[in-house]
């Protein structure tokens, strides 16, 4: 099939504008994705003609969004090559990860047991751990932004460790960690292993029963999706080992004054009205993206990424955070003499949009002894033309700041 990033830009109306003359550069896709056009006109018609309630009502409207509404559990499940009866829709990847501490968590650590993160975390693989009341031990991070996997298998042999969780790429950095291997080395040492896929949804095809996996979480948004909606998958047996964390309408079997019981999983953790629009949209945006060719569409990225180490290696002074020999998607550095909230302002006067920041990944920051780094991420719209406005504007940089 092939891809025609051209066709592919031409389905996104963000990628529209034009400021005095300049044609957007987006390059935020690992904070937030543009949206494809049926995505948009989707979700407007949900809200329009199509819209009513899931699951509570017998009338025409109703029974037609509860379908719309499960459908689109089937089709995250072919997404990720499960069982629609494992897949949870959140409220976002960071819900997703914060159900995992408190349930998970709550329900199947005692005083003792040990949890292990990368040092390559979001902060949603961490302080949701931490506003559960747990404190997880880091896997160290080496200098070129892997992780440390001798270090890794020492703490597995300390004995103790209930969870591992690992981001599957890196927001901060854009390292791609070994997942399957590492999953593998947890469940040999007795724990169970949790994946933020948020930055490997847009650009992997993500298979759990390949991954190896327990649970994994990511969210709609940057998956060419709504804001607002997420999911987490798990394997059924620990989905039922793990109590609600929300109370509400539809996570019960009964209720009175006495006491509740509860449904079982996916529903047990889904309280209260869902975000209906965003979940079928949610499931429009999957089907978009596995409609292209993902083979090619990813050949695509990589060819782009590796033009734009190119690029970047040619801006004078310029250094790059993060090296490790696995990465996509990310591109993250610091320019002395300029902050890197100087280089996201001058790059916005010339309509080149990048992110500037600790990225929600400080400890990532204090590891490479940076207050903040300048990054542009990439999506499946990315042209050679984006990359060029960036190195036009890191030009413009040094000289102001060099």
Known sequence: MGFDVDAVRAQ???????????????????????????????????????????????YRRAAHSTKLYEDARTTVARFLNASRD???????CTDAMNLVAHAWGRAHLSAGDRVLVSGLEHHAGLVSWHAAGFRPEPIPVLDDGSLDLDAYDRLLAQGG???????HISNALGTVNPIAEMARRAHAAGAIFLVDA?????????????????LL???????YGPTGIGVLWGRREVLESM??????????????????????????????????????????????????DRAAALAHEEAVFAYAEERLAAVPGLRRIGTAAHRAGVLSFVLPGAHPADLASVLDMEN??????????????ERFGVPATARASLGVYTTRAD??????????????FG
């Not at 494992?86 to 976002?92: K, P, S």
């Not at 979480?217 to 998956?223: D, E, I, L, M, S």
């Not at 500037?356 to 990532?364: D, E, L, N, R, S």
């Open 243 to 292: 109590p609600p964390w929300r109370g509400g309408g539809e996570m019960i079997e009964r209720v009175s004054f006495a006491g509740t019981t509860y449904a079982k999983p996916p529903a047990r953790f889904e309280a209260g009205t869902p975000p209906i629009v965003e979940t079928i949209a949610l499931a429009t945006a999957l089907e978009w993206l596995m409609s292209l």
């Open 217 to 223: 979480a990511f969210g709609g948004h940057k998956v």
């Open 198 to 214: 948020a930055q490997s949804a847009p650009h992997l095809p993500l298979d759990v029963q390949a991954l190896g996996c327990d």
């Open 86 to 92: 494992e897949v949870v829709f959140t409220a976002g």
């Open 12 to 58: 996104f109306p963000g990628l529209s504008d034009v400021r005095d003359g300049k044609p957007l550069a987006y390059l935020d896709t690992a904070a937030t994705a543009q949206k494809p056009r049926i995505v948009i006109e989707r979700m407007a018609a949900l809200l329009g003609s199509e819209y009513g309630t899931v699951h509570r009502g017998i």
């Open 161 to 167: 460790v209930k969870l591992v969780g690992c981001v």
């Open 352 to 365: 080149v949009a990048i992110r500037a920041g600790h990225h929600c990944a400080q400890p990532v920051m």
């Open 387 to 400: 990359i060029d406005r960036l190195h036009a504007g890191l030009m413009t940089c040094v000289r102001l």
